[in-house]
């Protein structure tokens, strides 16, 4: 549902009960604040009865009152300026502000490893291996992942283009050769970034593999992707967690990795060799 949801309480609000309204009222003005509440407490805000706010959410077509939740959340997510994310999750983290960032992190890799579909990784990973050329996309807070995931790549294939910081156009002109042999692999994160969309729907009408880094199936990019790997980022701060796509990176890099292990095993080895032959391993013993 998402902005549906709002639209909803609007079209239907008249029919409603006074303590449905009282409920509507306030997710229509604070849906911020309601989409961290527990039922108990929307209805104590509110002045009805926790079974009051749980009968609320199933008349609106949902399971239970954790399902309208959830949309509420994703709402929140992607309509939110910094300077309200700032406010809302001042309201939320109260006393130990890292044990609260660690758990709200802990929780976004448990709800992954639930939703993360491992057919689409399957998916993923064999079109990587079997591209002409990789190309991976991420802008603004999705570059750090993007970056990464192109680091370790680099290390095993010799055909991957890094696509991150950049206008529009130039986006598009570092893409302009894309065709139906390659792999777009676009990491997007709430906020969404258009330009990062608008590419991958650029590679799909180029006959392109297209795959992204989501936190949902229905995302933007979720929609014009080939295969989606879902990461949950809860927002416990002005900005999302990039603990579980983080990790989503690096489960993707072990399962190349292991159907890649011989000839990286000789890359490594190359570059170990050059490091000690012109002295430019940068570990410190």
């Given at each position: 549902?998402?902005?549906?949801?709002?639209?909803?309480?609007?079209?239907?609000?008249r029919?409603?009960?006074?303590?449905?309204k009282l409920?509507?009222?306030y997710?229509?003005?604070?849906?911020d604040k309601?989409a961290?509440?527990?039922?108990?407490?929307?209805?104590?805000?509110?002045?009805?009865?926790?079974?009051?706010?749980?009968r609320?959410?199933?008349?609106l077509?949902?399971?239970?009152?954790?399902?309208?939740?959830k949309?509420?959340?994703?709402?929140?997510?992607?309509?939110?300026?910094?300077?309200?994310?700032?406010?809302?999750?001042?309201?939320?983290?109260?006393?130990?502000?890292?044990g609260?960032?660690?758990?709200?992190?802990?929780?976004?890799?448990?709800?992954?490893?639930?939703?993360?579909?491992?057919?689409?990784?399957?998916?993923?990973?064999?079109?990587?291996?079997?591209?002409?050329r990789?190309?991976?996309?991420?802008?603004?807070?999705?570059a750090a992942?993007?970056?990464?995931?192109?680091?370790?790549?680099?290390?095993?294939?010799?055909?991957?283009q890094?696509?991150?910081?950049?206008?529009?156009?130039e986006?598009?002109?570092?893409?302009?050769?894309?065709?139906?042999?390659?792999v777009?692999?676009?990491?997007?994160?709430?906020?969404?970034s258009?330009?990062t969309?608008?590419?991958?729907?650029?590679?799909?009408?180029?006959?392109?593999?297209?795959?992204?880094?989501t936190?949902?199936?229905?995302a933007?990019?979720?929609?014009?992707s080939?295969?989606v790997?879902?990461?949950?980022?809860?927002?416990v701060?002005?900005?999302?967690?990039?603990?579980?796509?983080?990790s989503?990176?690096?489960a993707?890099?072990?399962?190349?990795?292991?159907?890649?292990?011989?000839?990286?095993?000789?890359?490594?080895q190359d570059?170990?060799?050059?490091?000690?032959?012109?002295?430019?391993?940068?570990?410190?013993?």
């Amino acid at each position: 549902m998402s902005d549906d949801i709002l639209s909803l309480l609007q079209e239907r609000f008249r029919t409603f009960s006074k303590g449905q309204k009282l409920i509507a009222n306030y997710i229509m003005d604070s849906y911020d604040k309601a989409a961290f509440m527990t039922a108990s407490r929307l209805g104590k805000t509110v002045g009805v009865s926790e079974s009051t706010v749980v009968r609320f959410a199933v008349e609106l077509g949902f399971d239970g009152y954790p399902s309208m939740q959830k949309t509420l959340q994703a709402l929140v997510r992607t309509k939110l300026t910094s300077v309200q994310r700032i406010e809302v999750s001042n309201s939320r983290i109260a006393g130990d502000v890292v044990g609260a960032v660690l758990q709200a992190d802990i929780e976004a890799l448990r709800h992954t490893g639930e939703l993360l579909d491992r057919e689409q990784m399957e998916k993923c990973v064999d079109a990587i291996l079997h591209a002409r050329r990789i190309y991976i996309v991420g802008v603004r807070s999705s570059a750090a992942i993007a970056v990464f995931l192109n680091f370790h790549l680099r290390s095993a294939f010799d055909n991957v283009q890094l696509i991150t910081s950049a206008s529009t156009s130039e986006m598009f002109e570092q893409m302009i050769h894309v065709t139906h042999e390659d792999v777009v692999l676009g990491i997007s994160l709430p906020r969404y970034s258009v330009r990062t969309v608008k590419l991958l729907q650029y590679a799909r009408a180029r006959g392109a593999t297209t795959a992204a880094i989501t936190d949902k199936v229905d995302a933007p990019a979720g929609r014009v992707s080939d295969c989606v790997l879902v990461a949950k980022s809860d927002m416990v701060s002005v900005v999302d967690s990039l603990v579980a796509p983080m990790s989503v990176v690096n489960a993707l890099i072990a399962m190349i990795s292991r159907r890649q292990e011989q000839s990286l095993s000789r890359t490594y080895q190359d570059l170990e060799r050059l490091w000690e032959e012109y002295d430019v391993n940068e570990y410190v013993e």
